[in-house]
């Protein structure tokens, strides 16, 4: 059986469409100026004025950003502590929120409430940099991985993910000889794979875009993670990155400022295909049951 809808209904569809369709607009335009002005040339920059679409075409600002190993070397950093710091966040997540999903575990509720607590209140930045300074992590790139390990509010999604996994499941491992590590590896985690690419996500996302505890614990300015580098540029208009023996009328700051933009941004856009699946699903079957 068709349905007919009324003008009034045909009326609403139109102006949603049309409400998503400048809001579509309004998103992607920013990300196009930027994109086209750093295949601008300098020359054509100078005149100033809204660029969607570059009339003279040149890789002037990509020539100079790659011209020393400045940007690869950052970008390398934000590689090495986005892996290693995701594996981590996931592998320190699983192993607390697992048992925090046994309802028989003793003290859980209590170990809960702490978890919570840590959503609602912290112990400030300068107890957090003397803590960081303590553990002798300052100006390491542990600095940017170990201190948030675990975010709250992920531990608690996953938490009850991992209950509504059947028990029986768990206990043909156990009868099977497995013990609670194996159980988690081999049963659990497979079967919780939605929560864990979204997770991941949202783990390689915050490592990639930070840069606060970078300017605050590293001081050695070969371990900045590309958005450090990125905010030398664009905030405070440090544009000499490149070979110091490029003419200055060939580079334009605001091209360069864009095409690292470019640069720090593409990356991680091209991680979100790959996992988008699995995104609205993970996140809506963790957070049904409390």
Known sequence: M????????????????????IFAIVCILPFLYVLAVSFTSPAEVAKG??????????????????STDTLLRSLLVSVYVTVLGTFINLLMTSLMAYPLSKTHIKGRQFILLAVLFTMLFSGGLIPTY??????????????????????????????????????????????????????????????????????????AVSHWNQYFNAVMYINDNTKWPIQVLLREIVILAQSRIGDASIDEAEIQP?????????????????????????????????????
Not at 2 to 21: A, E, H, Q, V
Not at 49 to 66: C, D, H, N, T, V
Not at 254 to 279: E, G, S
């Open 2 to 21: 068709t349905y007919d809808k009324t003008w009034g209904g045909r009326l609403f569809d139109l102006f949603n469409y049309g409400f998503l369709l």
């Open 49 to 66: 004025g809204m660029i969607l679409f570059p009339k003279e075409f040149s890789l002037a600002a990509y020539r100079y950003i790659f």
């Open 130 to 203: 003397f803590v960081v300074k303590a553990m002798g992590l300052t100006n390491t790139l542990w600095s940017l991985m170990i201190p948030g390990a675990i975010s709250a509010f992920n531990l608690i999604v996953l938490k009850n993910f991992f209950q509504q996994i059947p028990d029986g499941l768990e206990d043909s491992a156990k009868i099977d000889g497995c013990n609670d590590l194996g159980v988690l590896f081999r049963i659990v985690l497979p079967l919780s794979m939605p929560a864990i690419a979204t997770f991941a996500l949202f783990y």
């Open 254 to 290: 605001l091209t360069i400022r864009m095409a690292v933009i470019v640069f720090a941004t593409v990356p991680i856009l091209f991680v979100y295909p790959f996992l988008q699946k699995h995104f609205t699903k993970g996140v809506l079957l963790g957070s049904v049951k409390g």
